[in-house]
C-alpha cells in the first residue's frame, strides 16, 4: 500500500460540507426588504441546467435534482477535474487541514 492511500484510510471518516448550488441572484437591499413568504426569487439557471456540486467551497463535480424515497437527492453527472494517473488533488476539511 503506498503512503498516499495509507494517509486516506486515515481520514476518510473525516466530515467535509457538501453543497449544491441551484442558482444565484442579484438584488438591491431595498428588494430584499420586502422579501415576504411567496415571493419569487429568479435565478441565473436554466431548469434544465447541471448544477454546481462543491466540497468545502470547492467545485468537484456537476449533477441533477432527483426524488429518492419522497426526498430530494442529487445524481452526479459530471466529475469536474477528472484525477488524471499521477495528479495530486487535495481537498480541504472544515478545520482547514488538506486532504489528499
Do not use: C, H, W
Not at 40 to 61: C, H, M, S, T
Amino acid at each position: 500500500m503506498t503512503d498516499n492511500f495509507r494517509g486516506l484510510d486515515l481520514i476518510r471518516d473525516v466530515t467535509v460540507a457538501l453543497t449544491v448550488e441551484l442558482g444565484r441572484s442579484s438584488m438591491a437591499l431595498k428588494d430584499v426588504l420586502e422579501l415576504v413568504e411567496g415571493s419569487v426569487v429568479p435565478l441565473d439557471r436554466q431548469v434544465d441546467e447541471l448544477l454546481d456540486i462543491y466540497v468545502n467551497g470547492k467545485p468537484i463535480a456537476k449533477g441533477e435534482v432527483v426524488s429518492e424515497g419522497g426526498r430530494f437527492a442529487l445524481r452526479i453527472v459530471e466529475m469536474i477535474g477528472e484525477r488524471r494517473s499521477g495528479e495530486d488533488r487535495r481537498i480541504e476539511t472544515r478545520d482547514g487541514t488538506e486532504v489528499a
